[in-house]
């Protein structure tokens, strides 16, 4: 289904957290490419961080932003593959389980349809998810800047 022309466009504020153990702010270009869409898409960046991937670290942040009413919606790059670092999908169960929170099933299913035109069945090793808490969406999206494009342009 595509946008509906005829309603009002309403930026909303997006925070980005780049989970990773090896990039840092000036090699960031994952979180770089999520900052130039979410401005180009007129929608207004919130916040923006690096975490290592550390559960508990990860789900402190999402809690700190999800209860912070200017930020809207959270875009998580990273943490989402199958090593024993990767625990983006963790932290996210934490947040869920911290109060109000529930999976969005959906965005995981089409990101790894979208994902399967690129990449074909290398997109299994992919654990993208999406949960809402406390009224605050949170999509994580793998760290490949292949990923986060796919991610951003063909669902967020």
Request: aromatic residues 6%.
């Amino acid at each position: 289904m595509a946008v509906d022309p005829t309603r009002e466009f309403k930026p909303i504020n997006i925070a980005v957290l780049t989970v990773s153990d090896t990039r840092g702010p000036e090699d960031d270009t994952s979180g770089d490419i999520l900052v130039e869409r979410i401005r180009s898409a007129g929608h207004k960046l919130a916040a923006r961080a690096l975490e290592k991937d550390d559960a508990m670290r990860i789900a402190s942040r999402l809690n700190n932003w999800i209860d912070d009413r200017s930020v809207d919606c959270v875009v998580i790059t990273g943490g989402t593959g199958l090593t024993g670092r990767d625990v983006t999908p963790e932290a996210l169960e934490r947040v869920k389980q911290s109060g109000e929170g529930r999976d969005i099933p959906g965005f995981g299913e089409l990101f790894r349809w979208i994902s399967y035109q690129t990449i074909g069945t290398s997109t299994i090793q992919s654990r993208a998810c999406a949960i809402v808490a406390r009224g605050t969406y949170v999509f994580a999206l793998p760290g490949s800047n292949g990923a986060v494009k796919d991610g951003w342009d063909g669902i967020l």
